[in-house]
């Protein structure tokens, strides 16, 4: 009998559990599947009838997902091929469950068999195994993986289409990477590189840091900023149905974060209330605020300008460098160089999730608030 840490016995035998796959109330997102098993995909509930859904822009943020997609991402080949099985009939939502998936093909769990019992510094691995008293699928981390957020592209990427027909959009952006900061200064170039950034002018820079230091066999975190533009005044339920309060508990659901921030964030800390108030004027008959330090949100409601936030990610935990664990088996202190196929920075592919992911919440906030949404 081996203790770790704060000594709960590893064969302790516990009462039976069950996760927490869903998300949403009005528009509910469940997620189903894991890293290296038959299929990963998502069960929709709650979608409005008679929208017209466009499958190919599904499988085009699917593929902004996708692994081995450029030099700066991972080499596993995973073509995340849209499978839809019900809830969309002649190109239109049905009003019944949306059930979507893709299969996984490119899987070799080898490795993880090989390691299952020394813990991956970094990883879920080690309380995946208490909690679930061993039984958890190792295997890529199963559905602790990235991978599970294929689920909330599919989701997102149609709740995008069901928000645009009331003029609002989603868009994501790589902030920071490596301590790089890029200004935001063209959305539209975001999909036109494979790091992400609304501006050319640091994307080589970038580009190269991410390529030596996975030469190094290590990797680095960054930062995903999100725009929501066209919001009507007033979406958001208080107390704790506020946008941040669910947008937060949305993107703490994506693997790898580890903070997120609203507006001017953290650096309100440090300012004014002189300075941190958005005052107000008129633009024609509109009321806008001449600065967005509260990002668009007060009290938890949409106060009519652009709804601002960004979520900090962690560096990739998988690394090549060696690194000390311990063995489950002989309670011994053990070495680990992780191998496989991993990506130097999850950045870039984190961008279209996290836009996804910010379209299931305003969605599911507009149906509960009663906002009109229009086919």
């Known amino acids: 009998m081996f203790y770790f840490g704060t000594k709960i016995r590893i064969n302790t035998p516990r009462v039976p559990v069950h996760s927490l796959n869903s998300i949403g109330i009005e528009y509910r997102v469940t997620l189903v599947g894991s890293s290296h098993g038959n299929m990963v995909g998502v069960v929709i509930e709650g979608v409005p009838p008679n929208f017209s859904i466009d499958l190919d822009a599904i499988q085009l943020d699917l593929s902004r997902r996708a692994p081995g997609q450029s030099r700066v991402t991972t080499d596993r080949k995973e073509g995340d091929q849209l499978i839809v099985e019900t809830g969309i009939f002649n190109g239109k939502t049905t009003g019944e469950p949306i059930v979507a998936f893709v299969r996984n093909r490119d899987v070799d769990s080898s490795y993880y068999d090989e390691i299952r019992n020394t813990p991956r510094p970094g990883h879920a691995d080690y309380p995946a195994h208490v909690k679930y008293g061993g039984a958890n699928d190792y295997r890529g981390s199963g559905s602790f993986s990235g991978r599970m957020t294929i689920g909330l592209v599919i989701a997102g990427s149609i ?214 949404v229009i086919p």
């Open 159 to 372: 709740a995008k289409q069901i928000l645009s027909h009331s003029g609002i959009s989603v868009s994501a952006y790589t902030k920071e990477i490596a301590g790089i900061e890029a200004p935001v200064s063209d959305l539209s170039y975001v999909y036109k590189n494979i790091v992400r950034v609304a501006d050319a002018g640091v994307e080589n820079q970038i580009v190269e840091t991410i390529q030596r230091v996975k030469e190094e066999g290590d990797s680095v975190g960054g930062v995903v900023g999100c725009r929501i533009m066209g919001l009507p005044v007033g979406v958001g339920e208080p107390i704790f149905g506020s946008i941040e309060g669910r947008m937060a508990l949305m993107m703490y659901g994506i693997p790898a974060t580890k903070g997120v921030e609203f507006g001017s964030g953290f650096s309100a800390a440090r300012m004014r209330g002189s300075e941190h108030n958005d005052e107000y004027y008129y633009e024609g008959e509109e009321i806008r605020t001449r600065t967005n330090n509260a990002g668009g949100i007060l009290g938890g409601l949409s106060n009519g300008m652009p709804v601002e936030f960004r979520v900090a990610f962690k560096p990739t935990s998988s690394i090549s460098k060696k690194q000390h664990t311990v063995d489950l088996e002989t309670g011994q202190v053990s070495e680990l160089k992780v191998r496989g196929r991993h990506d130097p920075c999850i950045v870039p592919r984190a961008v279209v999730v996290v836009e996804c992911a910010a379209a299931i919440t305003i969605l599911d906030l507009m149906l509960r608030g009663k906002f009109e």
